[in-house]
């Protein structure tokens, strides 16, 4: 085998580089075109840090030095610091309980100076890494219900964490790990129980709860009755179908409420029920009386409806097929969107190019996503496989909801769109979960512990 063969350089999978590279031009573009002011000097605003699209560009310079780092990097140092990663990860999230600051309704931000760190975004690539560590552990037999509860605790713990720190948006991020599991042997089952308790949660928002249960349990005595029967009309088959039915009878009854009076706040309630077009019952809005009468959450109260999505249509149907031009949107640039250049960036490029350009880009996203499959498929490691099927999911699940929030289809929950959206420590993040995913592949021959 030659030398050119062998060498570091042709083993970098060069395409994920370009089209890293790609994404975040499109970003900076997306973030100029929406902050940027008339009379302002390009060059200059571009480098006085004083702008958002200027901090953006700082930002992609320290992925880019970052990314080169880790390329030079032994691939084995994150196998083996795997653990202290996830450990580093989880005090950040300890840390802000005592030191954040509350920004925007979110309590999981903490202020170094002139910039704002955020660990939940953070700890994504940490439990990346530690899950994949886990499940390549040797001997690991993930067949077994310890070894699936341990993962799931792995993925879930920061979530949790998010969730007390009041940012639910990314908490849900963590919940796409679990295609890691499947993929190393998780019962379909249990993402069909998954999928079931969603649709479960959505029906209660579309269907009058009493219909619902009854609805249930109609359901579920049909599907006993046919256990019953297949099975000799032996009654221990059919007990697992009525467990199923109650527990979920239990999920409309008492869970939902619960979840919705005493864990998500009334903005966010608001936002779900608006992505359905209803409006939200009265005994929730007793619930959160208190909150009601709070100045601060009476500002949420104004801006939490679904005035945003609205805007963000408008914005995106306004574009046209080929858009207005860079500059020329009238939504995004007069500021009709609110926070048009972290979570409604979309938009963004939707009124300035129109169908044509939302196409192209989420034609980029596909070919990303495709791309991040087909190297996770030909990894030897279990190690890296597991790593690049979680980098994979969260980008997946960061694309689509964000996608579904800016035309109405998710409600409003505050997920980035990756490399895109304006944000240092979300570019940090994915530009480092996108190197690392870079630097395995290289060694893909090898057999990582």
């Not at 080169?68 to 196998?79: C, H, Q, R, V």
């Not at 034609?363 to 495709?370: G, M, S």
């Not at 959206?421 to 592949?441: H, K, N, P, Q």
Request: net charge positive; glycine share 8%.
């Amino acid at each position: 085998m030659s030398r050119k063969e062998t060498g570091f350089s042709n083993r970098i999978d060069w395409s994920l580089v370009w089209i890293y590279l790609l994404l975040a031009s499109i970003g900076i573009m997306a973030i100029f075109a929406v902050t940027y002011r008339e009379g302002d000097p390009v060059t200059a605003s571009f480098l006085g840090f004083k702008t958002d699209y200027s901090k953006q560009l700082y930002f992609f310079f320290i992925s880019m030095v970052l990314g080169i780092f880790i390329l030079l990097t032994d691939s084995k140092f994150f196998t083996a610091t795997a653990n202290l990663w996830y450990a580093v990860g989880i005090v950040a999230l300890l840390a802000v309980f005592p030191l954040h600051s509350n920004i925007k309704g979110t309590k999981s931000i903490i202020r170094l100076g002139g910039f704002n760190f955020q660990p939940a975004d953070f700890c994504k690539l940490c439990v990346c890494l530690a899950l994949a560590k886990y499940i390549s552990l040797p001997n690991m037999d993930f067949s077994k219900t310890r070894s699936q509860l341990i993962a799931a605790g792995i993925a879930l713990l920061p979530a949790f964490m998010s969730i007390a720190q009041s940012e639910t948006g990314l908490a849900l991020v963590y919940f796409s790990f679990f295609v890691v599991m499947y993929r190393e042997g998780l019962p379909s089952t249990i993402l069909v129980v998954g999928f079931f308790v969603g649709a479960i949660a959505v029906c209660t928002l579309l269907v009058d709860k009493t219909l619902l249960l009854i609805a249930i349990a109609v359901i579920t005595g049909i599907i006993a009755f046919i256990v019953w029967q297949r099975k000799r009309q032996r009654i221990s088959a059919a007990v697992p179908v009525l467990f199923i039915g109650v527990l979920a009878a239990l999920f409309v009854g008492v869970g939902v409420p619960i979840i919705f009076k005493n864990v998500m706040k009334l903005y966010q309630v608001e936002r779900i029920y608006s992505t359905v077009g209803r409006e939200v019952p009265e005994e929730y809005i007793l619930a959160h009386k208190k909150e009601l009468n709070s100045p601060e959450t009476t500002k949420k109260d104004k801006d939490a409806g679904d005035y945003n999505v609205k805007q963000s249509k408008i914005a995106i149907g306004s574009g046209g097929v080929l858009g207005k031009g860079l500059l020329k949107g009238t939504q995004t640039r007069y500021e009709f969107v609110p926070e048009q250049r972290t979570d409604f960036i979309f938009c963004t490029i939707g009124e300035g190019f129109g169908f044509v350009g939302t196409t192209v880009v989420m034609l980029i996203y596909l070919l990303l996503l495709f791309r991040i499959i087909a190297i996770a498929e030909r990894q030897r490691s279990v190690f890296s496989r597991c790593y690049a099927y979680g980098v994979a999911a969260v980008f997946f699940f960061h694309i689509v909801i964000n996608v579904c929030m800016t035309v109405g289809l998710a409600p409003v929950i505050g997920i980035p769109l990756p490399f895109i959206s304006y944000g240092g420590t979300s570019l940090l993040t994915f530009s480092i979960m996108l190197a690392i995913l870079v630097r395995l592949d290289a060694d893909r021959q090898m057999v990582l512990r």
